[in-house]
């Protein structure tokens, strides 16, 4: 893991995101990049130049007193910031690209509500576009080190799938103790048996009619640090992501959530 990128408004949320991002940058020796993305209102030609230049400006000194901070801060981290005009998620997926970025880390808003500009209605688009892992931090999560991660399955992937990597390397890194966890509806256990044997691992099974709710039943049950999901294009997990349900989940999780994307 060479290259962590963190999208930020200069908000609390954000902040939470950026000290979880440091630490991973710290731990992996990697360089940090802060994106700050701003968005020119529809208007008139010459209104639209005058904003424009207006929320650039705006952007460029938010990111250099947050690298003047930083500097000061963590002096032997590299720390690159990045003011780039358009969407979130298609400024995030520009980065991608540009940066060859292994990671992204961004924060929500809070219990409350998940309204603010940096989360929003960006977390669906974000999951659905973007092509590097995703880490999504609660407002009030505690920064914990992963030691315990808990990947949700629902076998369509071998424990050995390359879509594992990013969640594999970071285990490894914190020799982190990993449990696979599936949702069902009924219990066989010749049949659970037999699917575990195929898997090659170890599977907690979880009853419940609900993925989300079977899910947030393990990890209260369970001392989780990060929970790691395979976001596919069609499959069940991606479900999970639509709009609302995304808002949902980031809401009523208190610890981080690792999105891979297929």
């Known amino acids: 893991m060479k290259n962590i990128l963190v999208p930020t408004d200069f908000s609390s949320a954000a902040d939470i995101a950026l000290r979880y991002a440091l630490k991973l940058a710290d731990r992996f020796n990697a360089k940090l990049y802060i994106l700050n993305s701003y968005e020119v209102p529809h208007s008139g030609a010459t209104m639209m130049v005058s904003i424009n230049d207006l929320l650039q400006e705006e952007s460029q000194k938010g990111l250099q007193r947050l690298d003047e901070r930083l500097s000061e801060d963590y ?12 969407g979130l998620d298609v400024c995030v997926q520009k980065s991608i690209e540009e940066f060859h970025l292994d990671l992204v880390v961004m924060g929500t808003t809070g219990a409350s ?6 989360f929003g209605s960006n ?3 974000m999951i659905r576009n973007i092509t590097a892992p995703l880490i999504v931090l ?28 990013p969640a594999r390397e970071i285990a490894l890194n914190y020799n982190s103790d990993i ?6 509806t009924e219990y066989k256990e010749e049949e659970l048996n037999a699917i575990e044997k195929k898997f090659g ?13 079977g899910i947030k039943e393990y990890l209260s049950d369970k001392k989780v640090d990060l929970l ?32 891979l994307a297929q």
């Open 75 to 86: 002096p032997n981290l590299d720390i690159q910031t990045i003011s780039m005009q358009g």
């Open 113 to 118: 509500g998940i309204e603010g500009k940096l």
């Open 123 to 125: 977390t669906a688009s």
């Open 138 to 165: 609660p407002h009030d999560a505690e920064i914990n080190e992963p030691c315990k991660i808990a990947v949700s399955t629902d076998f369509k992937f071998s424990i050995e799938d390359e879509i594992y990597n």
């Open 179 to 184: 449990s696979f966890i599936n949702v069902t």
């Open 201 to 213: 691992m170890d599977v907690d099974f979880v009853y419940n009619e609900d993925i989300e709710e």
């Open 228 to 259: 790691v999901i395979v976001a596919e294009k069609h499959g069940i997990f991606h479900n999970i992501f639509k709009p609302s349900h995304s808002k949902m989940m980031a809401r009523e999780l208190d610890i981080p959530m690792m999105i």
